[in-house]
């Protein structure tokens, strides 16, 4: 049984990676109901939070249902930071997570995210203070290192287990390399092999496939996988993996049926959340991974993208059912 402090996550938690636009409550709702073990909020600002920034505060928005879920945090200042732990502790998430594997610019270079790669004992320090200002597990996703010359993860690993946090997510990748070519997760297999750790080590990057799961839970020995991109237009890996690690065989994928339905709850959940002009437009990213594949898809999906009238995106999809299949 994977744990992280008193949570308990099951045999082999599959995670859904925090994704900036991507996992709000109601994409988090159909990846709960598909398999995800563990949850995370969008990486929320430390400064908007403190700032009362309305969009910030709106990502502290959990239900009970999520649960276990994590409000994931990022900053580039140890006191806003702080004081940033204290706002989401008050929200009631189970843990607290934060954010040092983030690579875009408008993070890294404010010297959030990614960019404590190249401060250490900031890291450190800021992590400390963290812990130390809430009641609850703190965890943290990060990445190798900033590039090629600074792959400390390992030593990384070690000081923050020593300052108290519950779970480390590794991406296998360094800042420079952004999410381009192949995840190493050697080294992600060397913090978990390292004798002093004795927290969960969850790994994540270019985890797509049941097979690839299996192949890397045997090959690296982690204790869980993070899973971001593939999930996105496709919360059924999380019980593909599940189904094909218990049984060595392949769930059959959704039917097109299946895909529209999820699709159509999907929107429901947006607009539900959000309001009808946001919960449109924000859905609008999601439409073509929900039907990728799909032959002659793209008139209908223009017509999905381009309406802002709530009937018709749900005759549209109706029509998808009805009309269309695979190639």
């Known amino acids: 049984m994977v744990k992280i402090a008193n949570i308990e996550l099951g045999e082999f938690p599959l995670l859904l990676a925090p994704m900036e636009d991507v996992s709000d ?31 910030s505060l709106q990502k502290l928005d959990i239900f009970d249902y999520e649960r276990p879920i ?7 200042e140890i006191d806003s930071m702080r004081e940033a732990a204290i706002v989401s502790t008050q929200a009631g998430p189970d843990l607290i997570d934060i954010n040092y594997g983030c690579p875009v610019k408008n993070v890294a270079c404010k010297g959030a995210g990614a960019a404590l790669l190249r401060d250490i004992p900031k890291m450190v320090q800021m992590t400390s203070e963290i812990v130390k200002a809430t009641h609850l597990p703190v965890t943290v996703k990060t990445r190798l290192g900033w590039d090629d010359n600074t792959k400390n993860i390992v030593e990384t ?23 381009k070519g ?11 092999n390292n004798p002093r750790m004795k927290i969960p080590i969850f790994g994540n990057g270019d985890i797509d496939t ?26 059924w890996i999380f019980n593909e993996i599940k189904h094909y690690m218990a049984t060595g065989e392949q769930l059959p994928g959704p039917t097109l049926e299946e895909r ?33 594949g799909l032959s002659h898809f793209k008139p209908l999906r223009m017509r999905l993208v381009q309406s802002e009238d709530i009937n018709e995106i749900y005759d549209t999809l109706e029509e998808i059912a009805q009309t ?3 190639v």
Not at 35 to 55: Q, V, W
Not at 277 to 286: D, N, P, Q, S, V
Request: with cysteine; net charge positive; proline share 3%.
């Open 260 to 292: 529209v339905a999820v699709c159509r709850q999907h929107f429901t959940h947006s607009l539900e959340w959000k309001g009808e002009k946001l919960g449109i437009f924000e859905m609008r990213r999601h439409y073509t991974n929900y039907f990728r």
């Open 182 to 192: 192949e995840a190493d997760w050697s080294l992600i297999a060397e913090v978990k």
């Open 70 to 76: 994590g409000i994931q945090i990022f900053g580039s």
């Open 157 to 179: 690993a070690e000081r923050l287990q020593d300052i108290g946090i519950k779970a480390l997510s590794i991406h296998g990748r360094t800042r420079v390399q952004m999410y």
């Open 324 to 326: 269309m299949s695979f």
């Open 25 to 55: 409550p109601p994409f988090r709702k159909v990846c709960k109901a598909n398999g995800a073990d563990l949850m995370y909020t969008e990486f929320i600002s430390s400064e908007g939070l403190i700032r009362d920034a309305a969009k």
């Open 210 to 235: 049941p097979e690839k799961a299996l192949e890397y839970r045997n090959r690296y020995g982690v204790d869980g996988i993070m899973i971001g991109r593939a999930s996105i237009g496709y919360p």
